[in-house]
C-alpha cells in the first residue's frame, strides 16, 4: 500500500510488485496446489503446461488495493489473507491460461475440463509432479508418488 499511494503508481503496478517481483520469494511456501488439473494439460504430452491462479490472482490484488486506496486506510491483514486464498493454483496448458483469464476465470466459458489428481495414471502424475509442482507448492509433497 505504500507503493500505491506514491505519485503516478495505479493500483496495478503496485499489485505487480507482489506478483510479479516478490511473489518468487513467498510462492514455495505460500502457494498450493489444489489437486485438480485440466484434462487437455494430462492428455496433451506436448503442451507447455501452467500453474495457474483460478481465484484470478492479479485482478484480486489489484481491486483490493484500490478499494485500499479509495477508502484511505489500507488493511494488511486482509491482503494477506486475500494472498493466502488467492495463492491456490491448478494444473493447465498455457493455451488454457490464456482462455481463463479471456473468460474472466470462468472455466466453464474457457472449454476447461477439471480431473482430480488420483484419477491421472500413475505415471502422469509422476511427470506433472516432477514438471509442476516440485519446489513449486508449498504442498507438493502431499501429492508425490506413495502419499
Known amino acids: 500500500m505504500w507503493l500505491a499511494a506514491r505519485p503516478n503508481?495505479?493500483?496495478?503496478?503496485?499489485?505487480?510488485?507482489?506478483?510479479h517481483v516478490v511473489a518468487g520469494r513467498f510462492?514455495?511456501?505460500?502457494?498450493?496446489?489444489?489437486?485438480?488439473?485440466?484434462?487437455?494439460?494430462?492428455?496433451?504430452?506436448?503442451?507447455t503446461l501452467r500453474l495457474e491462479h483460478h481465484s484470478r490472482i492479479q485482478t484480486t490484488?489489484?481491486?483490493?488495493?484500490a478499494a485500499h486506496l479509495k477508502r484511505k486506510r489500507p488493511s494488511p491483514h486482509e491482503f494477506v489473507r486475500t494472498v493466502l486464498e488467492?495463492?491456490?493454483?491448478?494444473?493447465?496448458t498455457v493455451a488454457e491460461n490464456y482462455a481463463a483469464m479471456s473468460n474472466n476465470g470462468d472455466y466453464r466459458?474457457?472449454?476447461?475440463?477439471?480431473?482430480?489428481?488420483?484419477?491421472?495414471?500413475?505415471a502422469r502424475r509422476k511427470t506433472l509432479w516432477a514438471k509442476m509442482l516440485r519446489g513449486k507448492v508449498a504442498n507438493a509433497i502431499q501429492f508425490a508418488q506413495g502419499s
Do not use: D
Request: contains cysteine; proline residues 3%; aromatic residues 6%.
Open 9 to 19: 503508481v495505479t493500483p496495478s503496478m503496485a499489485r505487480a510488485w507482489y506478483t
Open 27 to 47: 510462492n514455495r511456501r505460500i502457494r498450493h496446489f489444489s489437486g485438480k488439473v485440466s484434462r487437455e494439460a494430462v492428455s496433451n504430452l506436448e503442451a
Open 61 to 65: 490484488l489489484t481491486g483490493l488495493v
Open 86 to 92: 488467492c495463492e491456490n493454483v491448478h494444473i493447465v
Open 109 to 122: 466459458r474457457a472449454g476447461i475440463k477439471l480431473i482430480a489428481w488420483r484419477s491421472i495414471p500413475e
